[in-house]
């Protein structure tokens, strides 16, 4: 799994539901979450916590423009790339944090990725999850 | 509700133990003591029952002393109001089912509590039958409503299941789970299955070499970090097969066995046999009516 340190930034809930801010280096995730600070006291702005997500859940994008709905886009630059017949595994390094994506190989050919590029690297908050960090990761 | 401390000498295979346990449960409680191997956990339910008696000690249940070698107190094991379950039954062989039951009733005439409890636990029509012509899921039923015939105050399992098969087990894991509910019984159980422990505990404790080594929600316990994902199982890896640039991980939890994609890197430190929890959110799953009528096609299929 993608783990990246944050802090809490901000949260805003409704219901169970909840929205989490959190701050990883220069840029700004959000975890939906069905979890409250009633539920998880965790939940408070400038608690530390690590902010997860599976490797098969980010997507890649090259030279983006227009609009887009999602709100997580980390800025990257890849490492590395290991091809299978199918899909590929690709190694971002983003602002010192190891993220890694795997997209099908198709994919990573059509958009001609190669060691080096600057990527931005997607994710849905819904696909987000934290993890508590008493131990500074 | 109790409130125990005890200490006591084990002589065993592997040397002399120290058996030192302390521990609290509320009324309702489930409370589960949790170890791999070694000694010590049985010992501490055969304490509260009055089996075995503790080198040093005190237990009191709902405000009652059972046991405290400070003061000279040690009520006697039928004045103690258990119920315990053993991983064997310990049926009477000679006497029907609801014979069985009627000799352990605190009231032998109170045979309405004695129907409910055929009621409760569904073995209303097996009551004339002598506990070898049942099946083992059928003599844990009959040993369950026989702990509860005393009204206990206490509810001891000991490894309760283990004797089962995997899909009898998970079923009477959700009875058990049902009773204790019913009747709010503070229970005490014994397991060394990680899964049933998810699934029964409220609070587990861990024993090692007779010493409590973590202690708190299963949850809490069994994952070295709180996690916001709403999907937790916990399983066992069964294989691993390296596909194209990930993994196929088998994985049983419980009695079914799942597969899920892992990386590389999380594979370095995850071997077959290994437990491992899975997590999702609550977000991911696709929910889908199941057709209770198994031999009818859903029209969407057909």
């Known amino acids: ?137 | 509700m109790l409130e125990l401390s005890l200490r006591k000498n084990l002589h065993t295979a592997e040397g002399n133990v120290t058996l030192d346990i302390e521990l609290e449960a509320e009324t309702g409680q489930f409370l589960t003591l949790f170890g791999r191997s070694g000694v010590g956990k049985t010992t501490c339910l055969r304490c509260i029952a009055g089996l075995t008696e503790p080198d040093h000690g005190r237990i009191a249940v709902g405000g009652e002393i059972w046991f405290d070698r400070t003061k000279g107190i040690d009520i006697p094991p039928q004045k103690r109001r258990v119920g315990f379950v053993f991983q064997d039954y310990a049926l009477f062989p000679n006497l029907s089912v609801r014979e069985n039951l009627r000799i352990a009733l605190g009231d032998p005439k109170d045979e309405r509590y004695l129907d409910e409890l055929l009621e409760l636990m569904d073995i209303r029509e097996l009551e004339r039958r002598l506990p070898t012509t049942l099946s083992g899921g059928q003599q844990q039923r009959v040993a369950l409503a026989r702990a509860l015939a005393r009204r206990p105050r206490l509810l001891l399992l000991d490894e309760p299941l283990s004797a089962l098969d995997g899909e009898t087990r998970q079923r009477l894991q959700n009875e058990i789970l049902r009773i204790q509910r019913h009747f709010r019984m503070t229970t005490l159980m014994v397991s060394h299955d990680l899964g049933e422990v998810y699934r029964l505990s409220d609070r587990v404790i861990v024993i090692e070499g007779g010493r409590t080594v973590a202690r708190g929600r299963p949850a809490e316990v069994f994952s070295n970090r709180r996690i916001s994902g709403k999907f937790q199982f916990t399983g066992e890896v069964l294989a691993v097969e390296p596909n194209d640039v990930v993994f196929t991980l088998s994985i049983l939890i419980g009695n079914r066995v799942v597969q899920v994609i892992a990386t590389a890197q999380e594979m370095q430190d995850i071997q077959v046999g290994d437990t491992v929890m899975l997590v999702s959110k609550a977000f991911n799953p696709l929910v889908m009516k199941v057709d209770r009528n198994p031999g009818r096609l859903s029209p969407s299929r057909s």
């Open chain 1, 1 to 137: 799994m993608n783990r990246l340190p944050g802090i809490i930034v901000a949260v805003a809930s409704e219901g169970d539901i909840s929205l989490v801010d959190v701050a990883v280096g220069e840029n700004t995730l959000t975890a939906m979450l069905v979890e409250t600070a009633e539920s998880a006291p965790y939940l408070e702005a400038g608690n530390a916590v690590s902010v997860l997500f599976k490797e098969t859940e980010v997507s890649l994008g090259k030279d983006l423009s227009g609009r887009l709905s999602l709100r997580n886009r980390l800025q990257g630059e890849i490492a590395d790339i290991r091809k299978g017949k199918l899909l590929a595994e690709v190694t971002l390094d983003c602002g010192g944090h190891r993220l890694v994506s795997v997209i099908t190989r198709r994919a990573a050919e059509r958009l001609e990725l190669a060691v080096g590029d600057r990527v931005e690297a997607l994710v849905k908050a819904n696909e987000v999850m934290l993890g508590e960090r008493a131990d500074g990761l």
